[in-house]
């Protein structure tokens, strides 16, 4: 089996690592762009590639839905059909179900719902995930799991923790390729104890990887990063650690410092179609008249497309004008931002001045002081 | 001035030639892609350059709107503003005016219209336009003429004819740029004797190059050919003619036949957008299911990265779930299919088999007979 994990450099809780596929290595930490419809949206596979991504991520409940696992399959898988040959990892569709679907019904044989498209009634099931997964055809799939809203009761979370640990198993007894890597997914929100017991029902199950599930869906960062935290603890330190749906840059290097290995998130390109330019003080807002007249690129230090060869200016008239070049040009640089980020995160753990790195974005991002929560984050992993 | 026109190689009317521009000499015959509002839809810089975009064409009207010539100006020109350091071409506004503006008032002294944007009444005058083309910088400047609409009273032609022969006048008074060239617009819709007076007149003022305006607005075909016809027979054989409007590959065919070196339509990016792909036996259809599971390229014989990369079943699934990608892909072949038509076009005449060319073309464009029209169009070039 051609997948493999080493770290590389530890610093404090922060490590960096490569990742062997059968598409390609890859290293980490790293920002996965999404791929909802088999397309990460604006953006060509060359330009992914030139960008440095090195992972992209595909939805299996878009792709269920239209143009079909079967069909994707028959075109080469992802890989094939699209024609970006890296590694691909795709999610279970379980987070998808619960944020698109309608008139859900959860049982414990899986969720049934009206899809948004034509509001067909589907079963999606660990068995039905997995088989889709398989014919997707990514290097990394992740098990079927239950995704609870934020907030919810303690018994909802208990429930749900339990069987996506029954469905995690029903994934992996459904699992007949063995060129493709299945991550568990640990659930039980912020209650840390509920975080602990599912995290360490989940590792028992000896897989390739592991996900911190059910984050970002609304709670606060300071009941993030105790959760996080908790969770690399107990995680295994030879397994990558990806924390799902995870993509603003403060996220990304408060959890790398706390030891998390992969994130993927809409974030750089649904802000980018919204008009915004991420930049280490936070973002843009180039639909804005006041930049109308700026000459200079999105961020000097940028070495984007986008950045190297046009002004706030254009790009502002571009977006304000609804011109399809705007927003390829704004998802570009985000995504590049996140990837140099995460390039810079590799580079200053390699070197053993993360915390440096850390403490130099809190004070570009936050110039008027640090929030709490991100400063428990460094003093969490040794680096505050 | 850097401005030149040499003719390199004939065959019946037909010609290819080298126009040297201050941004750099483009071989004709060729095409010129429409950056409406200084961008190519979903086209970026280094894209054009690929494909062999020689000169782009941006409008008037639109960017007098927004951003606002002055803006443009200030940040370096259509040149500086956009990145794009190829040779630019503004039309006069006048098209735009009667096709995007509301309300007009048609007068001695211009054109006054409510903008589509919010409504505003401008006033746009050939001093103005002029202004405005000087504002916004490129390598080729168009005379303010008036299009009269297709069919349109011999009356009507005749005034409006006459009137444009004025503004013309008063168009290179207001010119005082020498770094561009200005191009004069004959008219007369499809009447041959108004066209003939139209040409002859604007020909004395010995001008660097020349338009045929006024079609490609609702024509037929077996119309347009003898005005084409005619107006290349009037035309200096020293100087480029311009066919305003012609997009269609068979147009740009025949046009060439009958003497034309420049064309220009948003054809090929707007029917990209709506899901078209251009190949030599007419266009295909990637919105429809027929192509869901088509593994081959849109077009075998292209070198374009749609081509090179994509299966139509992948343009076909991005053209389907509304991504980006498939409109930017298609634009991208559609802009390219019209390009390599002119380089095609460019060999045949250089190796004096253009006939040939053209009679290929037909025979895979229309396998059931070539229509009368273009038969028409190559029999007045002496190469049917």
């Known amino acids: 089996m051609s997948f493999e994990f080493r770290v590389l450099h530890k610093q404090g809780k922060a490590r960096s ?16 762009p999404v791929g909802t419809q088999a397309t990460v949206k604006g953006l060509s596979n060359r330009e992914l590639v030139e960008i440095g991504s090195q992972i992209v991520l595909a939805n299996t409940y878009h792709l269920l839905l239209r143009p079909g696992p079967g069909r994707i399959e028959r075109l080469g898988g992802l890989h094939g059909f699209t024609g970006y040959q890296g590694p691909w990892l ?5 987070f998808q179900v619960m944020s698109l679907g309608h008139r859900r019904v959860i049982s414990e044989e899986g969720v049934e719902f009206s899809n948004h498209l034509n509001g067909d009634r589907t079963l999606l099931t660990p068995e039905k995930s997995i088989e889709v997964q398989q014919e997707l055809g990514a290097d990394i799939i992740m098990a ?5 809203p934020y ?13 996506t640990l029954r469905w995690l198993e029903r994934s992996l007894a459904a699992k ?16 840390l104890d509920l975080r602990r017991r599912s995290t360490v029902e989940t590792i028992k199950f000896d897989l390739p990887g ?4 059910g984050l970002a869906v609304g709670e606060p960062k300071e009941k993030m990063v105790p959760v996080v935290d908790l969770s690399t603890d107990l995680l295994p330190e030879d397994r990558p650690r990806y924390l799902m749906g995870v993509g603003h840059p403060e996220d990304l290097v408060a959890g790398v410092a706390l030891g998390v290995d992969m994130f993927d998130c809409v974030y750089p390109t649904r802000t980018g179609r ?28 940028c070495d984007c497309y986008a950045c190297q060869n046009h002004s706030r200016a254009y790009i502002t008239h571009l977006v304000r004008a ?29 070197s053993g001045r993360y915390g440096d790195f850390a403490r130099e974005f809190a004070a570009r991002r936050w110039p008027s002081g640090t929030p709490e929560w991100f400063s428990d984050a460094l003093e969490r992993s040794g680096m505050w």
Request: some cysteine; proline content about 4%.
């Open 322 to 350: 609804g011109e399809m070049l705007g927003l390829r040009l704004l998802s570009l640089h985000n995504i590049r931002y996140l990837h140099r980020l995460m390039e810079r995160a590799r580079a200053a753990i390699a």
């Open 274 to 301: 919204f008009g915004y330019a991420l930049v280490d003080r936070g973002r843009l807002n180039l639909s804005s008249a006041r930049y109308k007249d700026n000459p200079e690129q999105i961020d000097a230090s």
């Open 90 to 94: 795709t999610d279970s569709g379980g």
């Open 151 to 163: 907030p919810a009761e303690r018994g909802y979370l208990e429930n749900s923790l339990e069987r």
């Open 210 to 213: 592991y996900a911190i599930g």
């Open 17 to 32: 690592g490569l990742l062997a596929t059968p598409h390609g290595d890859v290293a980490t930490p790293l920002f996965m």
């Open 144 to 148: 079927f799991d239950e995704c609870p």
């Open 176 to 191: 007949t390729r063995s060129d493709q890597a299945l991550f568990g997914i640990a659930q039980g929100g912020v209650e």
